[in-house]
């Protein structure tokens, strides 16, 4: 949330008495007789949607059904999660390097899912990490994280990941402008040395795969929001900033200064073809890109070091400008493509813009001067017209695919439907208590889904039973279908949910993978079998081929692991059955445990401190004898002459090769 | 074709039943005059239940068939089943197509969840192991090769295979 909540509460005593007295009203009244039956998804029945929220803080992702506000799941993105030990095992600990090195937390702010012909086609889901820059690509087959690319030479990269209507780019803006590249300066030399960047990250249309394809050096303002143009304005980019006053001190009052900021407008199109013809420079960077493998579940971390730029004053028709309302925040376009709304914060009104309007205004060169030698287009003439008085502290605006918009005001707390093309507001309902983002099911994209809507609010206050100083953040869920909106179900969320997406479950379901084959593992250290498990020393690293089935880890006694080893479980769960990962966790571990799902390999590092016999188990009630799936490990002091042995039932072998030929030891065994 | 279509439709049904009610036994019976009507034919002759309705046996065993189903059991069965007759988490594999038609031994490994629930002889084992046997998502072919691989087995173990396939 960019909106700083107290500045508000200062600047507007007057109307924040006025909002007090607003939300006071009782909700109850607001219910209408049926509510319960529509938000009600009986047991063993399905959701029609999945709704996917940021987590703000908490750096990571929920994933809630819709209508029945059901959490399903939380996915781990930007900050490590000991409940399955994403970010601590030995495969997934790489998602976290950046510039900066290991960094196991973000802030998570804008989901966007993958689109073809500007609707969600189910693919992958993309989430910005806002305090070191990064983007993180979440597959949708797997709920799992699967890429992490940083974003170099920018600072609080609020505004993204925005996508474009086939997934050609995600766009995305520096939030903090800085000094380019960084360096020592004073502060006060903002204007001289600071710059912003927008970036274009472009996807591999097969795998996900992003790439920073170029950035485009901008003005030193406060990139806050964007979205990219569907339709007839396909290829366009628009972006909000604040800031356009160049203050680096007290910005609640320095950067509100001006009666309007300016939206950026880029044909990226046209950068496109500046990049092919060379005129960019490429410069000295460092950014990290932390990917996946498919077959392993292995992160391979690779440090980048070059970034291509595009100048504005070296590239003419690439980027414009166009005047906003005060301290503008959302910037949403209609699923026509064809109306641009910009919210000012701090402006009574709301300003919807026309695009064929400012393609005619740049066609006739309609401009009000320039700043940094990029046009700024006369306000007026891509203006389609003003929502008059809509409410208070407008932030973000989805559309029901039925001509129209519905936008949330923080200050007043409630949630605006009002017409797009007439401008004429239809609707008001009050949210409990002052909404950030809302969602309605493809809300931003060509086909919305108008069903649904989903406000998120920022304050909680007397909604849920009483849990000390720190309450889950609210949301609100309301039919839209009919020509009021109606309220019918409130529910808790995880952390800070800032935008969300919601996608047809159908879209999702029949691609969802149930486990992962065995036969297709390549982990280096899987255990395709039982008789394939075994202990080997390298030096001072003792690596445990551990396979885990119902109900046994194999091996499960060890033997000959010295004080000062470093000791590697790589635990293979050979189950192929939905819904039975194994967990393991071992006394003394010092940083989480492991959650291994059917068919995965998973790596725990243990660095034994003392002599003793130490236990470990399975952390995930997997069948009856649950209780039974432990071993022991034994350590012995430094230099001991205790040999390496491991087993399972009374079978302790002693060497790589024993192990190997296990099966043929059984099958010999088995024949006298 | 059509026959096929309806067992496999029944067998869904059947799945979709014993999935929703969980284990309750009284449960089941109770209420099984409505969703299960009679005990299937091939139930009823010792094939158990599932997509394999015939399996036809040449008198070789084929050696690539063997040692990919050697593989398979290596990676998806022997945590708990042994080549010998020693119980460890499951039975071991000795005698056992001395004992089981070939079908029902494929039906036991592609099918386990509804076999457990409907076949008399799967239920007595799960009885006396206590352990569900867990759908390892083995494929009717891979099935197939891990049923040449029993019955080499079976050879070198006892002399003789293919006993209950009579």
Same mark, same amino acid.
Request: hydrophobic share 35%.
């Given at each position: ?17 006025? &909002? ?46 819709? =209508? ?151 003005? !030193? ?147 009000? !001067? ?121 529910? =808790? ?34 255990? &395709? ?67 291994? &799902? ?9 660095? =034994? ?20 799936? @432990? ?42 | ?7 496999? &439709? ?18 089941? @019976? ?137």
């Amino acid at each position: 949330m960019i909106l700083n909540k107290n500045a508000l509460l200062r600047l507007m005593p007057v109307l924040l008495i006025g &909002m007090v007295a607003c939300n006071n009203k009782d909700s109850s009244q607001l219910i209408h007789g049926d509510a319960a039956q529509q938000a009600y998804v009986p047991p063993g029945e399905y959701d029609e949607f999945y709704a996917f929220l940021s987590g703000g803080y908490s750096g990571q992702i929920t994933v809630y059904g819709l =209508p029945s506000g059901r959490l399903f799941k939380e996915i781990p993105v930007f900050s490590q999660y000991p409940e399955n030990g994403y970010g601590y095992s030995e495969e997934t600990k790489n998602m976290f390097n950046t510039s900066y090195g290991f960094v196991p937390w973000d802030d998570s702010h804008h989901i966007e899912l993958s689109q073809q012909n500007g609707e969600f086609d189910g693919r992958w889901l993309f989430v910005n990490g806002n305090n070191t820059p990064r983007i993180a690509r979440v597959d949708l087959t797997t709920f799992e994280t699967v890429e992490i690319l940083e974003i170099p030479d920018v600072a609080g990269l609020h505004c993204s990941p925005f996508i474009t209507e086939n997934s050609e780019y995600l766009v995305s803006g520096t939030r903090f402008s800085v000094p380019i590249p960084q360096e020592d300066v004073p502060i006060d030399t903002y204007k001289e040395n600071f710059k912003g960047l927008i970036n274009y990250v472009s996807l591999d249309q097969e795998h996900g795969h992003m790439d920073l394809a170029f950035q485009i050096e901008m003005p !030193g303002f406060n990139y806050d929001l964007a979205r990219n143009g569907k339709a007839v304005s396909h290829g366009w980019s628009f972006l909000t900033t604040y800031n356009s006053e160049q203050a680096h001190s007290l910005l609640e009052v320095n950067a509100s200064q001006m009666d309007k900021d300016l939206m950026a407008i880029v044909n990226w199109k046209k950068a496109e073809e500046y990049l092919a013809a060379g005129k960019f420079t490429e410069r000295e960077t460092s950014y990290y890109h932390n990917l996946m493998d498919e077959g392993s579940g292995i992160v391979n971390s690779e440090e980048r070091t070059t970034t291509k730029i595009l100048d504005p004053k070296e590239c003419p028709d690439m980027v414009y400008f166009i005047p906003v309302p005060k301290s503008p925040h959302g910037c949403d376009i209609d699923p026509t493509g064809e109306y641009i709304v910009g919210n000012g914060k701090l402006s009574a009104d709301m300003s919807v813009y026309s695009f064929s309007q400012i393609m005619q205004a740049i066609e006739e060169e309609n401009f009000d !001067g320039e700043f940094d030698g990029i046009p700024i287009i006369n306000y007026e003439a891509g203006l389609h017209g003003i929502v008059q008085k809509p409410g208070l502290g407008p932030l973000h605006t989805e559309f029901d695919g039925r001509g129209n918009a519905y936008t949330t005001f923080f200050i007043s707390s409630e949630v605006v439907k009002w017409d797009v093309e007439s401008k004429e507001i239809l609707d008001r309902q009050s949210t409990f208590y002052s909404p950030g983002h809302l969602v309605i099911p493809g809300g931003e994209t060509r086909k919305p889904n108008g069903k649904y809507l989903v406000a998120m609010n920022k304050i909680t206050k007397d909604r849920f039973l009483p849990t000390g100083p720190e309450m889950m953040h609210s949301a609100q869920l309301f039919d839209i279908s009919g020509e009021k909106m109606k309220l019918i179900l409130d529910f =808790p969320t995880k952390a800070e949910p800032h935008y969300a997406q919601a996608i047809e479950a159908e879209k999702l379901m029949s691609n969802s993978k149930k486990f992962y084959p065995i036969e297709d593992n390549t982990h280096p250290y899987a255990t &395709m079998g039982e008789g394939r498990s075994r202990v080997e020393r390298e030096g001072d690293e003792v690596h445990v081929y551990m396979t885990a089935m119902r109900s046994h880890l194999a091996p499960d006694n060890i033997e000959g692991i010295k004080v000062g080893d470093k000791v590697f479980f790589h635990l293979t769960n050979l189950e192929q059955d939905w819904d039975v990962p194994h967990g393991f966790a071992m006394q003394g571990a010092t940083n989480a445990e492991l959650l291994v &799902m059917p068919g995965q390999t998973r790596t725990l590092l243990w660095e =034994p401190k003392k002599p003793g016999v130490f236990a470990f188990y399975c952390t995930d009630f997997c069948s009856a004898l649950h209780q039974e799936m @432990s071993g022991y490990a034994r350590v012995s002091a430094e230099g001991s002459n205790v040999p390496l042995k491991w087993g399972l039932n009374e079978e302790l072998r002693e060497n790589q090769e024993a192990a190997n030929s296990f099966y043929e030891q059984a099958k010999t065994r088995a024949s006298k | 074709m059509k026959n096929l279509t309806l067992i496999k &439709m029944a067998v869904a049904a059947l799945f979709f039943y014993s999935c929703g009610s969980g284990n309750n036994e009284e449960t089941t @019976s109770s209420s099984a005059p409505d969703t299960a009507p009679e005990v299937p034919e091939s139930i009823a002759e010792g094939k158990g239940i599932g997509e394999i309705e015939e399996v036809n046996l040449e008198e070789e065993l084929d050696e690539d068939m063997v040692k990919m189903g050697k593989a398979i059991y290596d990676m998806k069965c022997s945590a708990c089943h042994k080549l010998t007759d020693q119980r460890v988490v499951g039975p071991g594999f000795q005698g056992v197509t001395n004992r089981r038609k070939p079908e029902w031994i494929m039906n036991m490994i592609t099918n386990v969840d509804v076999m457990l629930d409907e076949d008399p002889a799967a239920r007595a084992m799960l009885e006396e192991c206590l352990t569900r046997m867990p759908n390892q998502n083995v494929s009717v072919g891979d099935a197939r090769n891990i049923l040449e691989f029993f019955r080499n087995n079976d050879v070198e173990k006892t002399g003789n295979k293919d006993q209950a396939n009579s």
